[in-house]
């Protein structure tokens, strides 16, 4: 079943700025909201494909992506880095996009000061910042697709503490402020009344505790410096320049925050005898002027190995010949580039005398002396059409 289109499920346009996309999802998203639609499994479907609409087009990275390649540029399984509102839960919307709709993620609680049907303790820490990387990849490897093992330097949860910051059980005390709720409520007078807000304790920062005592390793940050090895699947097809994400990879969140995203950019290798346009690679073949006249049978090379053509009698300089499906996968489709080569005659700079007294005696021949055929009009001519 194809997927929808994210601006159609917005109902915003390809040229909606990031605050008209905001505001789109808000509206879908407190149409579908559980909290409004409570046991709608078709109201739920529809409030997580807002979400991961939003989660694409809300991000730069991934909305262009989106906009070049589809829904191919963001599907996990090509390597891009999208979730998916399938797999996305209510606790993956509500701790991404809380903001959209209040602290607690519930529309409902800054209008009505009722808490989430969803209960607990609002979400504590900061998310973890985004790390970047650079893939240098050769054609035979954007050819087949390939999956690289990187080590990455980022910051993790220290071992000391577990991510807490604290130096002992005994150092993390229940916050007094909100008493460790994580939030606190507020009551303020309105021309329509009394309405209660709720917002992130600002004394916990939403994690419901506080510490007496900080760790002696991370000096209460919770964090260290760490290595990690990722194995990154990147697909066939991709160019350069290209990014691709994996979520939850980068550094470590503060205080039990989500961990950040590790962006991979892709860097193309120059190769010996290829140049890449698109999904087509271009390759020089160049003929001695006895093989271009005579004809010949000449070997190119391929990005999966070798392959003989035919090069027929007469062949001229600037001639192309198509090897079919012999070049690059498009990274959205199934279909393939071709291999294009591009017939260069060689001219030898150092001849022997033999050689210049056998080309001399050619000269004088009507057969080489360069003039376009019967069908054929001379550059002046065309070009004096052209301006005429």
């Known amino acids: 079943m194809a997927k929808k289109d994210f601006y159609e499920i917005l109902g915003v346009s390809k040229t909606a700025d990031a605050d008209a996309i905001k505001k789109a999802y808000r509206k879908v998203a ?41 829904h191919a540029g963001v599907d996990p399984n090509a390597g891009f880095g999208g979730h998916g509102g399938n797999g996305m839960t209510m606790d993956d919307i509500f701790s991404h996009f809380g903001d959209i709709f209040g602290d607690s993620g519930s529309p409902f609680e800054s209008f009505f000061g009722g808490r ?26 954007i050819a087949s697709g390939i999956t ?13 503490c577990n991510g807490s910051g604290a130096k002992d059980a005994k150092s ?17 007078n309105t021309f329509l009344g009394q ?7 600002p004394t916990c920062n939403g ?14 940050s919770g964090m260290e410096v760490g290595e990690e090895t990722i194995d990154i699947q990147i697909p066939a097809g991709v160019e350069d320049g290209m990014q691709l994400s994996l979520r939850g990879k980068g550094n470590a969140g503060s205080k039990g925050g989500p961990a950040g995203d590790l962006l991979i950019s892709i860097e193309q290798k120059p190769h010996e005898y290829f140049s890449r ?36 009698a007469g062949t001229q300089a600037g001639k192309i010949f198509r090897l079919k499906d012999l070049g690059l996968p498009s990274v959205q489709s199934y279909e393939k ?46 070009m004096k059409e052209y301006f005429s």
Not at 148 to 160: D, L
Not at 175 to 185: E, F, I, K, L, M
Not at 212 to 219: F, P
């Open 172 to 188: 993390v005390k229940t916050c007094t402020t909100c008493n460790g709720q994580g939030y606190v409520r507020q009551v303020k």
């Open 116 to 141: 989430s049907s969803r209960g607990g303790r609002a979400q504590g820490g900061s998310k973890g910042s985004n790390l970047r990387i650079k893939v240098s990849m050769t054609l035979e490897e």
């Open 195 to 201: 309405m209660q807000t709720t917002t992130t304790c």
């Open 30 to 70: 407190m149409q579908y909201h559980p909290d409004r639609n409570p046991g709608d499994k078709s109201s739920e479907e529809k409030f997580k494909e807002a979400a991961e609409a939003y989660e694409i087009l809300s991000d730069p990275d991934k909305k262009a992506r989106y906009d070049r390649y589809g």
């Open 277 to 312: 346009e698109g999904n087509n690679i271009h390759y020089d073949l160049y003929l001695n002027f006895a093989d271009a006249a005579l004809g010949c049978q000449m070997e190119v090379p391929t990005l999966q190995s070798a392959a003989k053509i035919k090069v027929p």
């Open 207 to 220: 994690t419901g505790q506080m510490i007496s005592a900080a760790c002696t390793s991370c000096r209460g």
């Open 337 to 382: 580039g071709d291999e294009l080569i591009h017939v260069t005659i060689w001219t030898p700079k150092d001849l022997t005398s033999e050689e210049k007294a056998i080309l001399e005696k050619l000269r004088s021949h009507s057969n080489f002396k360069p003039h376009p055929g019967k069908d054929e009009k001379s550059f002046y001519e065309r």
């Open 148 to 160: 690289k093992k990187i080590k990455v330097k980022k910051q993790v949860n220290c071992k000391t």
